[in-house]
């Protein structure tokens, strides 16, 4: 069962839904020496976006992902659309040289454009509005489950 214990549905059930993707723990990045979260929005080139490129590319990516040692402080890397760009990486930093090689890194994969934008986050500023978690999610979940049932 999940510690949560107003989820009523076991491990089980939500395996099989392929709901349950994995387990996570949110340490608190602060306390363990990160001092930036970085949002980066990226653009793909557009000749590599199409059918087959775009399928050696993601499954390059997969492998290396794989990989624990590769890019460890990377979050998570998606395609999508706003803002201009087509895809998206969070990743945390020691300090602002370690995001400045990330960005040097980033740079060097051809199917990159050399746009690239970055949000940073400092996780040392002592205003917090709604660091990562996923509670609220959890108390969403319960809510449209409980809407659902009022129908």
């Given at each position: 069962?999940?510690?949560?214990?107003?989820?009523?549905?076991?491990?089980?059930?939500?395996?099989?839904?392929?709901?349950?993707?994995?387990?996570t723990?949110?340490?608190?990045?602060?306390?363990?020496?990160?001092?930036?979260?970085a949002?980066t929005?990226v653009k793909?080139?557009e000749?590599d976006l199409?059918?087959?490129?775009?399928?050696k590319?993601?499954?390059?990516?997969e492998?290396?992902?794989?990989?624990?040692?590769?890019?460890?402080?990377?979050?998570?890397?998606?395609?999508?659309?706003?803002?201009?760009?087509?895809?998206?990486?969070v990743?945390?930093?020691?300090?602002?040289?370690?995001f400045?090689?990330?960005?040097?890194?980033?740079?060097?994969?051809?199917?990159?454009?050399?746009d690239?934008?970055?949000?940073?986050?400092?996780?040392?500023?002592?205003?917090?509005?709604?660091?990562l978690?996923?509670?609220?999610?959890?108390?969403?979940?319960?809510?449209?489950?409980?809407?659902?049932?009022?129908?």
């Open positions: 069962m999940f510690l949560n214990p107003q989820f009523q549905e076991s491990e089980a059930d939500w395996r099989k839904k392929a709901t349950l993707g994995e387990y723990v949110l340490p608190n990045l602060r306390k363990l020496g990160y001092e930036i979260v949002t929005f793909f080139k000749e199409s059918g087959e490129e775009a399928d590319f993601r499954k390059r990516a492998e290396r992902f794989k990989d624990e040692s590769f890019a460890p402080n990377v979050a998570m890397f998606e395609r999508g659309m706003g803002l201009g760009y087509t895809g998206i990486i990743s945390y930093h020691e300090n602002y040289a370690s400045s090689e990330f960005l040097r890194m980033i740079k060097q994969y051809p199917v990159l454009s050399p690239i934008n970055s949000f940073l986050s400092d996780l040392n500023d002592r205003v917090h509005y709604r660091s978690g996923f509670a609220p999610l959890s108390h969403h979940i319960l809510t449209l489950k409980k809407e659902k049932k009022s129908e």
